[in-house]
């Protein structure tokens, strides 16, 4: 798979063979099947040393040429252990950048919690000597990305959504993920999500996080008589058509 990385990323740099779209969404669904095949060890040595570069491209094809399934995928892989989960943003952070960081933050970590059932809960927790072994809370991967990268929350991606509005909009966020992002940009709560023109408060209860989204309403009520005039305005559109 590393192989094949470096030769699309050839082959874009060099731009001879003209369109690679279909090459490039076949590669990141191959990459996000086999993906739960690595080992935990393999791809933290990859991602340390001379693959790293491959590796974080990618990710940055599946980032782009994915789809919801395999970014699922792919998430659940990266949180399975904290030594691979810190060698991964590390790793994307010094290739990349804050940019794809965030884009892997929004599609394919906030939509699951370390306490999932695929994660492995011993390798989160942390053990001193002398002191209670203090388990992990279900967002504890997203707090490691934005002590690395605070900002990440407050910049928006190419369809205009900030991470809120994917962690508000995805059926499978935890209320805790939720509000830790909200918790680190609390003024994204009042910003309508470009895709759907809904608060944040919407989104989350059209997911069923009715428990996120009182939380969120109750930063801002002021935004229920927003919600109410969206839905008039709808009304009236659906009536005179």
Known sequence: MMDRTHLLEQLLTTEKFGSLQSSLVE???????????????GSKAKLEGKG???FVQATAFVIEFGAQTGWDEFGKYTIKSVDLFSAFVDA?????????????????????SITD????????????PNEPIIPPTPP????KVLELCPGIVQTVDKDKRLPLHYAADSSTASFEVVMEVFKAYKHAASIRDPMT?????????SNGNYKASYSLLLANPNLVSSGIKVSDRKRKRSSSA
């Open 27 to 41: 590669f990141a669904a191959d990459f996000t099947r086999r993906a739960k095949f690595f080992t935990i060890q």
């Open 92 to 112: 994307v952070m010094s290739v990349s950048g804050p940019a794809l960081l965030r884009d892997v933050l929004n599609k394919c970590l906030l939509q699951y």
């Open 117 to 128: 059932h695929d994660t492995s809960i011993r390798s989160w927790t942390v053990k001193k």
């Open 197 to 205: 023109g809904l608060f944040p408060f919407q989104l989350a209860a």
């Open 52 to 54: 790293r570069d491959i």
């Open 140 to 143: 504890l991967h997203v707090q």
